[in-house]
DNA sequence: ATCGTCAAGCGGTTGG
DNA sequence: CCAACCGCTTGACGAT
């Protein structure tokens, strides 16, 4: 926001069912942009001289800039002036970032130059564009999973109501055949799937259900249908 | 005074 | 080994 870029973040969701390419915009209309659109951002750019200064003079950090005391990881008692970069050094690393993603160093420089930044800056720049990037696309699909983990607790809510009214009617517990003996297996090597709650055989292997041998199922948890009626 | 944003530094990871 | 990248962090700065 402070770059006031209303372009905002494009963005896609890596979540299932949803597309989510790289280079398109694509993914949900969602749009989280906070756009505060406090739009008086003064328009000073601190990159121009400020003064009379003639001399490409950027408060810190652009070309021509002594490289050997802040260059070599220099963190001195007190950081130089920040750079804040001017709109139109702003807007076009946007574009270029629309057009990808990531920079060759033919491109990176070729930018730098065009922006009278330090190819380094250039690179930050877009380091840091690519994690605010993450960033919110991180946020959208907690957002995501947040819902459906709303509606999945909906549903086994209900699930859990309709299994205790199951229960009330008295059903006779299903009997279990052994899959290899096909005969009726002890209650005691029976086990329940922690999913759903549905009886299988302790060993995990496939087990038939005597009323419908017709419905044994793939997999032996999640057979088609729940069948609710008998 | 506090908070959000953002450029930049630093250390770790990875691919060539 | 080195360069590029990433995640985390710091500190400057503007807004509230």
């Given at each position: 926001m402070g770059s006031t870029s209303p372009s905002g973040l494009e963005l896609t969701m890596a979540v299932?069912?949803?597309?989510?390419?790289s280079g398109s915009e694509g993914g949900f209309g969602c749009n989280a942009?906070?756009?505060?659109?406090?739009?008086?951002?003064?328009?000073?750019?601190?990159?121009?001289?400020?003064?009379?200064g003639e001399e490409e003079e950027f408060p810190m950090g652009s070309?021509?800039?002594?490289?050997?005391?802040?260059?070599?990881?220099?963190?001195?008692?007190?950081?130089?002036?920040?750079?804040?970069l001017s709109k139109e050094q702003s807007r076009l690393l946007e574009e270029s970032f629309r057009l990808n993603h990531t920079l060759t160093p033919k491109q990176k420089e070729a930018l730098a130059v065009k922006l009278k930044l330090r190819p380094r800056q250039v690179e930050v720049w877009f380091q840091?564009?690519?994690?605010?990037?993450?960033?919110?696309?991180?946020?959208?699909?907690?957002?995501?999973?947040?819902?459906?983990?709303?509606?999945?607790?909906?549903?086994?809510?209900?699930?859990?109501?309709?299994?205790?009214?199951?229960?009330?009617m008295r059903?006779?517990?299903?009997?279990?055949?052994?899959?290899?003996?096909?005969?009726?297996?002890?209650?005691?090597?029976?086990?329940?799937?922690?999913?759903?709650?549905?009886?299988?055989?302790?060993?995990?292997a496939p087990a038939a259900r005597t009323p419908r041998p017709a419905a044994a199922a793939a997999n032996p948890f999640h057979p088609r249908r729940p069948s609710a009626a008998f």
């Open positions: 299932p069912g949803l597309s989510s390419s942009g906070s756009g505060s659109g406090n739009a008086a951002m003064r328009d000073l750019d601190m990159n121009q001289p400020a003064s009379g070309v021509e800039e002594d490289e050997e005391e802040r260059g070599a990881g220099a963190v001195g008692p007190h950081r130089p002036k920040k750079l804040r840091n564009r690519r994690a605010r990037t993450k960033l919110k696309q991180t946020e959208l699909e907690c957002e995501y999973l947040k819902r459906c983990f709303g509606s999945l607790t909906e549903e086994n809510r209900r699930l859990q109501r309709e299994l205790e009214e199951l229960r009330a059903v006779a517990p299903p009997t279990v055949l052994s899959p290899h003996t096909r005969q009726p297996l002890p209650a005691s090597a029976l086990t329940m799937c922690p999913r759903c709650e549905r009886i299988t055989a302790a060993t995990g």
